[in-house]
């Protein structure tokens, strides 16, 4: 069993900077792309940030510019730098990754239990 753990959230001030990680740990072969979504109140769950496995990242307008989003393959770990926050930026956080079992052919996606990040205005 796979699961993801997210973790760096918390309460900032417009302006401020958070570092969210998200790790897997589990019976896990390879792990391809790996992905930050989030979801505020009333609103979709929407997607922020996407990585590859070769580092190849894509990111949403609304973040570009602020957020970086990196990986530790050994650790299998995924990283969310988020800078110049703004009250929008409030939501919760949830990793994605797209992770081969052991005892698998092919990936699925597993899902964190998300983080909660609320910037101030």
């Known amino acids: 069993q796979v699961h993801l753990v997210e973790s760096g959230g918390g309460l900032v001030q417009a302006g401020g900077s958070l570092r969210l990680s998200c790790a897997a740990s589990?019976?896990?072969?390879?792990?391809?792309?790996m992905e930050w979504y989030r979801q505020a109140p009333g609103k979709q769950r929407e997607l922020v940030a996407h990585i590859s496995s070769g580092g190849s990242s894509y990111y949403v307008d609304s973040v570009k510019g602020r957020f970086t989003i990196s990986r530790d393959n050994a650790k299998n770990t995924v990283y969310l730098q988020m800078n110049s926050l703004k009250p929008e930026d409030t939501a919760v956080y949830f990793c994605?990754?797209?992770?081969?079992?052991?005892?698998?052919?092919?990936?699925?996606?597993?899902w964190g239990q998300g983080t909660q990040v609320t910037v101030s205005s």
């Open positions: 994605n990754a797209e992770v081969t079992p052991r005892g698998r052919a092919s990936p699925r996606n597993y």
């Open positions: 589990g019976s896990i072969v390879s792990i391809n792309n």
